[in-house]
């Protein structure tokens, strides 16, 4: 009986045509995984691409614009708030002494605006605001039942701030006034919970808008945090008030509406804007005139002429600003120390000056200085929670601690950072007390002096 030897083909070629698809998985394997490197490694720099072009992938996350107003909103009382102190305001007797009356009435805080400013910034005895104070006090409740509800702003995106935004730096300031009050009167305790009530509207204000209430908000933040600051100096309360104060402000940054957040609304916004610019033709260029000041766009801030206008491409420009906007967004991102706004910034106006985009010109304008008051805003909550810890060492010890260090763990798990370098605040011991600060900040505060809280 004779056997069949299988050929040699019929052997090798089931072995040959394995390793061949091992090899070829093998190369789709490391493919993919460069690939996939190359895509981890340019995320970070320029977000995803998409046929619209390199867009951050946290704005498909972003909560729609268009939720109608809630029951419990917290807008609705902050605008309850703000009309009721206008018309508390308008019908209270004007101070008494001559200075202020001689003195030019602001629109919105009438002739108590200079005795307001005065108080808050400490170079007016407290007890001269008590009149304005006293009776706005149901203004007062309305934000501090606020500060705990939720914020929506019934508001869509639109070339113009939501109507009442500016009512708000308003309720800050005399929140910071009946700061120094209360303080005067020792009820410390209750001046530290009426900066925190101001503190919930300055982080609550840009909770679903656009970088106008993003703006606004850090405006408030830096007009309630020198009195609340010297509040915690004086040494009047107890640990525990100060520490209740720690938590409450720690709580408050980390609900802060990112810068990032803040970018991808503005592109929305500067769609809506460019889509009524194309609908009413040049006649709309009026109604846009405080984006145009904001650019430096014209003479005197007024709108580009009408052959500029019939010469732009509104699809080309909103085309390059969600490539650059989402960019900039990532980069936007806290930490902010690690990040490179500064090179990709400068490359932008390098950019927008070879485009001579007068739209693109006008929408990015404010973002850089949006970027110094969220750096400027963190930074003075975090140097006020760093504060609030050391009058709780010191109401424990007597005394200051030699060190931040000596802050944690006893009474911090850990110690918020400087946002300008992601490093810990500048902290000095001094015979009368301590230096705490950072440099940046104090860079940033010495150039921009009386500006800080007038929006």
Not at 17 to 31: D, I, N, Q, T, V
Not at 61 to 83: E, F, I, S
Not at 136 to 141: K, S, T, V
Request: one cysteine or more; a positive charge.
């Amino acid at each position: 009986m004779s056997s069949v030897r299988p050929s040699a083909s019929y052997c090798f070629c089931p072995g040959r045509r394995h390793r061949l698809c091992g090899r070829l998985g093998r190369c789709a394997g490391f493919l993919a995984f460069v690939i996939l490197g190359a895509r981890a490694a340019l995320f970070p720099v320029y977000g995803v691409h998409t046929p619209c072009g390199w867009i951050d992938e946290a704005r498909w996350r972003v909560p729609d614009l268009t939720k109608p107003p809630v029951a419990d909103n917290g807008w609705h009382l902050y605008q309850q708030a703000a009309l009721e102190l206008e018309h508390v305001l308008r019908a209270l007797p004007p101070p008494t002494d001559a200075a202020t009356r001689e003195s030019r009435p602001d629109a919105a805080t009438g002739p108590w605006a200079n005795v307001i400013d005065a108080v808050r910034v400490g170079s007016r005895p407290a007890a001269d605001a008590r009149p304005v104070l006293e009776a706005g006090a149901g203004a007062f409740a309305l934000v501090r039942r606020a500060a705990g509800w939720p914020y929506v702003s019934p508001s869509l995106p639109g070339p113009e701030p939501p109507p009442g935004m500016r009512a708000f730096p308003v309720l800050a300031r005399l929140e910071a006034a009946r700061v120094r009050y209360l303080s005067s009167q020792g009820r410390s305790a209750e001046a530290l919970s009426a900066a925190r009530d101001a503190y919930a509207m300055a982080v609550n204000i840009p909770r679903h808008g656009s970088l106008e209430d993003f703006l606004v908000g850090n405006a408030c933040i830096a007009i309630v945090h020198p009195p609340a600051r010297d509040v915690l100096r004086e040494a009047r309360l107890g640990a525990d008030d100060c520490l209740r104060h720690a938590r409450a402000l720690r709580a408050l940054r980390t609900r802060k509406w990112p810068l990032g957040r803040a970018i991808q609304f503005e592109f929305r916004t500067s769609v809506v804007t460019a889509a009524d610019l194309c609908s009413r033709g040049p006649e709309a260029l009026p109604g846009h005139a405080h984006a145009w000041r904001v650019a430096g766009l014209g003479a005197a801030g007024t709108a580009p002429s009408p052959v500029r206008f019939l010469a732009w491409d509104p699809a080309d420009s909103t085309e390059w600003l969600e490539d650059r906007m989402a960019r900039l967004a990532h980069a936007a991102r806290p930490p902010y120390g690690s990040r490179s706004w500064a090179r990709l910034w400068e490359r932008t106006q390098l950019d927008l000056t070879a485009r001579g985009d007068w739209f693109a010109r006008a929408v990015l304008a404010p973002l850089n200085e949006a970027r110094e008051t969220d750096l400027a805003a963190r930074a003075r909550l975090a140097i006020e929670e760093t504060t609030a810890y050391l009058a709780a060492f010191r109401a424990r010890y007597g005394h200051y601690p030699t060190a931040l260090a000596r802050l944690a763990p006893e009474l911090t798990d850990a110690l918020p950072d400087d946002p300008y370098t992601d490093e810990p605040f500048r902290y000095e011991p001094a015979a009368d007390g301590y230096r705490l600060g950072s440099p940046k900040l104090d860079e940033y505060e010495a150039g921009r002096g009386a500006e800080l809280d007038r929006p």
